[in-house]
């Protein structure tokens, strides 16, 4: 777990001088750390006295978690338990709360354990996703570093990754169950080259150099800080060697890409797809800390997803694929549009669904 600065001397006085504390360290602090400062400072009384508990009074890890629980819950924070189990589960050193030691969560919490409580749940009542409050995230076998504005991967995309293997699977006929030795074979011979469009974090991409062992990438996107925390990602992880990470817009700059990029077996992309007058319907989180440009797709919510297909025949091996996680509106909608566009040379070849029975995925390959 990541060290943060001790607040030492914070909370030595009473609940009413708490909010002139904060400002009076608030100096010291990081960028980030000053906005949670000053957001505190405008916490009311109520809420204050329930930090005032969390801090002062014999707390052990589990009592912690109901108590956070009601106070998100009191306060409007979405996803209250969930908010406060990943709080104190990583300040305890555990990916979840089910993960740490019944023994750990019935000792009392240490003052500096309390302090790292504090710093985080002062976040997350600012509306800060949890993910960027606790600065990782878990997807797939891989944890991710975290930091706004850089979306956060869903687990909708997880499932594209499971579809993006499973189709790889079938091409080599290769049952997962039945030839698992084969299968394990092929992912670690397999040199394939991937293209993703919108890399945000690196979850996609850095999944794909995972398992493919001889593999390589080219991960794409417009936010400077989307690359940067993708490049950090895969040093984490220690496939940087495999990755080449571009800031370019897909949408202005698809030539000077295929120049980069050459040809590729895979695109795969979770491309902004949210139609621009749904944007305002989005969560308080969403809207506040996340990057409006890696959701908003347009009027239709095709702005990017176009652009990619009509990239995609210049830089994708003879029947390479497109892998897009997309809105449910979207596979009729694409299937008229390449109606339209037959000179691409792309087929559209099937629609899957989400966990939730929602047309989420389109697979397109180029002929």
């Not at 109520?46 to 002062?56: F, G, I, T, W």
């Not at 040379?345 to 939730?356: E, G, K, N, S």
Request: hydrophobic share 35%; aromatic share 6%; net charge neutral.
């Amino acid at each position: 777990m990541r060290s943060r600065h001790g607040w030492s001397n914070v909370f030595s006085g009473c609940c009413v001088c708490l909010a002139s504390r904060l400002r009076a360290q608030s100096h010291l602090r990081s960028r980030s750390e000053h906005t949670a400062f000053h957001a505190a400072a405008s916490f009311s009384t109520a809420l204050s006295r329930k930090l005032c508990r969390l801090v002062h009074e014999t707390m052990t890890g589990a009592n912690c978690v109901t108590h956070l629980q009601k106070m998100f819950e009191q306060e409007g924070i979405s996803e209250p338990q969930h908010s406060s189990e990943h709080i104190v589960s990583h300040v305890l050193g555990g990916k979840t709360i089910h993960s740490i030691a019944e023994e750990a969560l019935s000792r009392p919490l240490t003052a500096e354990q309390k302090q790292k409580i504090w710093d985080l749940c002062s976040r997350r009542l600012q509306n800060m996703p949890v993910q960027y409050v606790i600065e990782e995230w878990d997807f797939r076998d891989l944890t991710l570093k975290m930091k706004p504005p850089v979306f956060i991967p869903r687990p909708e995309t997880e499932e594209l990754i499971c579809l993006v293997l499973s189709e790889l699977a079938k091409e080599e006929d290769v049952s997962f169950s039945v030839e698992k030795a084969r299968w394990q074979n092929f992912h670690q011979a397999a040199g394939l080259q991937f293209l993703e469009i919108g890399c945000g974090s690196g979850a996609i991409t850095l999944s794909l150099l995972r398992f493919f062992k001889q593999s390589r990438a080219v991960a794409v996107d417009k936010s400077p800080e989307a690359v940067n925390l993708t490049r950090e990602n895969a040093e984490r992880l220690g496939v940087q060697h495999r990755l080449q990470e571009l800031q370019l817009n897909i949408i202005s700059d698809s030539q000077k890409l295929a120049r980069v990029c050459g040809s590729m077996d895979i695109i795969v992309s979770n491309p902004p797809y949210v139609f621009h007058e749904d944007m305002s319907g989005l969560m308080p989180e969403i809207l506040r800390y996340e990057d409006h440009d890696a959701l908003d797709g347009g009027t239709d919510g095709l702005d990017v997803i176009r652009a990619i297909l009509q990239l995609a025949p210049t830089v994708l091996k003879d029947h390479g694929k497109v892998f897009l996680e997309v809105d449910p509106r979207h596979p009729e909608m694409i299937q008229n549009w390449l109606q339209e566009y037959s000179s691409l040379r792309l087929t559209y070849r099937a629609t899957h669904q989400d966990i939730c029975g929602k047309s989420r995925f389109c697979v397109l390959q180029r002929s």
